[in-house]
Structures are given as structure tokens and as C-alpha cells.
């Protein structure tokens, strides 16, 4: 076998996943929470109480073009990107 081949084969232990912090706790320097899941606009995690699960419309086929479904899907948006969401 030659030693390319060898180094490619050799397995590696998986790393142990930590558990993820919310951008605005970490901020807040709170460390009582996780983060449920990604900000659909920054891209930064957040957690249940800096965040707001919206609905969102989800264009689906329809004949040549498109349409919205009538189901809605949903995002997860932090409070910061929210408030600039829907600020007038
Ligand atoms: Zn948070
Ligand atoms: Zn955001």
C-alpha cells in the first residue's frame, strides 16, 4: 500500500459536538439556553426566547409557472432581524 493510500485509510476519532450557544445569550453572557436553530436572514444561531418561528410562503409548481402553496412552511428569525423585518 503506499503511504498515500495508507494516510487516507487511517481513521480518525469524530470529534465531540459541544453544544451550540445562541449569538444574542453569548452576547448577554447567558449560558442557560440552546439554540434551536438559524437565523433564515443573518445565519447566526439563536434560542427559543431571541427568536420567532414565522410562517413563510413556499412557491410551488404549478403548470408552466408557479404558484404559492397552500400549505405555509415556516423560518426561524432572530428578534434583531425581525424587528428590521417589519420595521415601517
Ligand atoms: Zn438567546
Ligand atoms: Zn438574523
Known sequence: MSSVASR????????????MECYDCDTEARTDTSAIGVCDRCGLLTCQDHS??????????????????????RRVVRRTCRAAETAR
Open 8 to 19: 487516507w485509510a487511517t481513521p480518525r476519532p469524530i470529534p465531540l459536538l459541544t453544544a
Open 52 to 73: 420567532f418561528v414565522v410562517p413563510a410562503g413556499v412557491l410551488v409548481a404549478n403548470g408552466l409557472g408557479r404558484t404559492l402553496s397552500p400549505l405555509p412552511a
